[in-house]
């Protein structure tokens, strides 16, 4: 028998905030920046009551290329957010991060949809656009975590193959870390949302061991493809950091 899901008022739902209040507190404290999580919480709200509109509409459509377009704009906004954590212009590398972001999440959506589930047709979308969303979303963090290394490696004129090591450990940490701690220290979301529905356990486990290999695998080959990518980027700021360390010198 499926379980019935509680409804969450939204009085019910004000109360998942209040956890939030000391962590502003210390953004403002510690001088990051209070507005910033604010401005964070606020967006997201915004989004996810958008996206929840959207999707009741999305998912009686019976067109590939709407649901594609939808894929455009996801694929647009998780490489330019990749990039927010760098100083400076993120247009020299946007490029880099669409394609490595758009190969990786394309790949193992690709062999996710059609060879896992093989549904029939491929583009339905209460399958296509959750799991792309998780596969670039992840992506999209990989790709940061790398940028934000590399740029402080570069910046310290680090050799562009010791730099590259560490940026790319230091990206796969979270997903290596979520690898080890799934079903040990944590029920991960898609498993936990399939047992509230009603779906027996062992059968839940099974769309999660899906759900945690592709995820590995974006985030692998998305570090690996922006770090190819940018080669040349990164060894100009190389050559330009040992410049600007000498004639400091």
């Known amino acids: 028998m499926a379980a019935t899901v ?22 403002y404290r510690w001088q990051l920046g209070a507005g910033r999580i604010g401005y964070a919480l606020l ?6 009551l958008l996206i929840g509109y959207l999707l009741n509409y999305l998912f009686a459509i019976d067109q590939p290329w709407w649901l594609l377009l939808v894929l455009a704009v996801m ?17 020299p590398l ?12 394309a790949l193992n959506l690709l062999l996710a949809l059609q060879g896992v589930l093989q549904l029939d047709p491929w583009y339905q979308p209460r399958y296509l656009i959750p799991l792309a969303g998780m596969l670039f979303s992840n992506a999209m963090n990989s790709v940061s ?34 690898l080890l701690a799934v079903g040990l220290v ?18 839940a486990a099974r769309y999660q061991i899906l759900v945690m290999c592709m995820l590995l695998g974006a985030s692998g080959l998305s570090v690996v493809l ?13 050559a330009q950091s040992g410049v600007e360390h000498r004639h400091r010198a």
Not at 6 to 27: E, M, N
Not at 94 to 105: D, K, P, T
Not at 152 to 166: D, S
């Open 186 to 203: 944590s029920l991960p979301g898609m498993m936990t949302g399939q047992i509230l529905s009603g779906v027996e356990p062992l059968i």
């Open 75 to 91: 694929l647009a906004a998780s490489g330019w957010i990749a990039l927010g954590v760098l100083e400076g212009p993120r247009r």
């Open 94 to 105: 946007l490029g880099a991060a669409l394609l490595a972001i758009g190969v990786s999440g």
């Open 43 to 48: 967006r997201m709200v915004a989004q996810l």
């Open 226 to 238: 922006f770090l190819t990518l940018g080669r040349g980027y990164y060894q100009q700021q190389i």
């Open 145 to 178: 975590l790398a940028a934000e290394r590399m740029q402080a490696e570069t910046g310290a004129g680090k050799a562009y193959g010791l730099a590259r090591r560490n940026a790319f450990r230091a990206a796969m940490i979270p997903s290596v870390n979520m």
């Open 6 to 27: 509680p409804v969450i008022g939204l009085p019910q739902l004000a109360l998942a905030l209040l956890p939030l209040l000391p962590v502003a507190w210390y953004f």
